[in-house]
């Protein structure tokens, strides 16, 4: 997948000029985009933290995507800013994609961005100090960050701030549903070399964000939930899924559970863990290994038994009443 840089800067170029700054690399996916992407790359401008390059997966956009990346790359010549060829496989592909570029170096911080949010002037800088502030070198566990979002209108109206998991994040919970939002993630060096580590999944995940999540609580990291809001996260038609709210989205949902397709994404991320073992504890290898059985034993009571048994769970009452209920009805 060869990257066509849009800077003629050598990669790192800003950041040797601000010494003892960790660089970041903000990794952007877009298709068709032009509509809010102007609003998203002047709010990396805007960052505190001002050591960071730019690396843009584009999946094939036919509107003003590219143009805008080209205008941006031409206003600011000193950034590493590269525009990359996307798979066209979808949304989570691009991102897998993209986080195993080869020339993305092994040493950066990656800070995963979509395009139509709007960053906070501290989410960079507020991220990196939580990451600096748990303990380093051999021995400590990976960390990956994720930082709150402001619920906006398209035009940036607010509605509400996303809510935090009520009973914190783990591998248990991980297994069946995702609370580390894409567009809110960091992830330092060793988080990232995690990710990076051993076989690619046959077929890319159904989600690059609850991939992480996953891979990440089952390798005994420590993810970071901050409650500051670090983004403005756009509520918009296109993302109406996404936002967790609203009887289309409630609609939405159901149609997909009907469809299978929540089944279908659990067993989808076990074949991709089964893969990579390696990075799992051993309890969390224990652990995979009794889902997949379960999965694989008889449904309906027996199943939902297990799972209790083991310990899954959602993050609300009502959200686990809605697993056990679909376990029940054969449904996962």
Same mark, same amino acid.
């Given at each position: 997948?060869?990257?066509?840089? *849009? ?8 950041? !040797? ?32 933290? $001002?050591?960071?390059? *730019? ?43 993209? *986080? ?60 509400? $701030? ?12 991980? %297994? ?9 993630? %960091? ?28 891979? =990440? ?29 609203? =009887? ?38 224990? =652990? ?11 449904? !309906? ?8 048994? *083991? ?14 209920? %679909? ?6």
């Amino acid at each position: 997948m060869p990257a066509a840089p *849009l800077s003629g800067a050598p990669p790192g170029a800003l950041s !040797g000029a601000l010494s003892g700054a960790p660089h970041v690399h903000i990794l952007m996916c877009t298709y068709n985009g032009a509509a809010h992407l102007q609003e998203q790359l002047d709010s990396f401008l805007a960052q505190e933290h $001002a050591a960071w390059s *730019l690396w843009v997966s584009d999946d094939g956009s036919q509107d003003a995507t590219r143009a805008i990346l080209g205008r941006f790359r031409a206003a600011h010549p000193g950034r590493d800013i590269r525009l990359i060829d996307g798979p066209c496989r979808g949304h989570a592909a691009n991102f897998m994609s993209l *986080l195993a570029h080869p020339e993305l170096p092994a040493t950066t911080t990656v800070a995963l961005s979509d395009q139509d949010d709007v960053w906070l002037p501290h989410k960079l800088s507020r991220g990196l100090a939580q990451i600096a502030a748990r303990p380093q070198g051999a021995g400590a566990a990976p960390v990956v960050y994720g930082c709150g979002s402001l619920r906006v209108t398209a035009d940036l109206a607010p509605i509400d $701030a996303a809510p935090l998991p009520r009973r914190g994040p783990g591998f248990a919970n991980a %297994l069946v549903q995702n609370v580390l939002p894409g567009n809110c993630i %960091l992830l330092p060096p060793a988080a990232l070399a995690l990710l990076r580590r051993g076989p690619a999944p046959e077929a890319p995940p159904p989600f690059h964000d609850w991939w992480i999540y996953l891979l =990440l609580t089952g390798a005994g990291a420590e993810v970071i939930l901050d409650p500051e809001p670090g983004i403005l996260y756009r509520q918009h038609p296109e993302n109406v899924l996404g936002a967790h709210r609203g =009887l289309a989205a409630a609609g939405a949902r159901l149609t997909l559970v009907r469809q299978r397709r929540y089944q279908g994404w659990i067993r989808a991320n076990l074949a991709a863990l089964q893969r990579r073992q390696d990075c799992l504890t051993a309890d969390n290898r224990a =652990l995979l290994a009794a889902v997949v059985a379960a999965l694989d034993g008889p449904g !309906g009571p027996a199943r939902a038994r297990a799972f209790r048994r *083991l310990g899954l769970h959602r993050q609300t009452p009502r959200e686990n009443l809605l697993l056990y209920g %679909l376990v029940l009805c054969g449904w996962v």
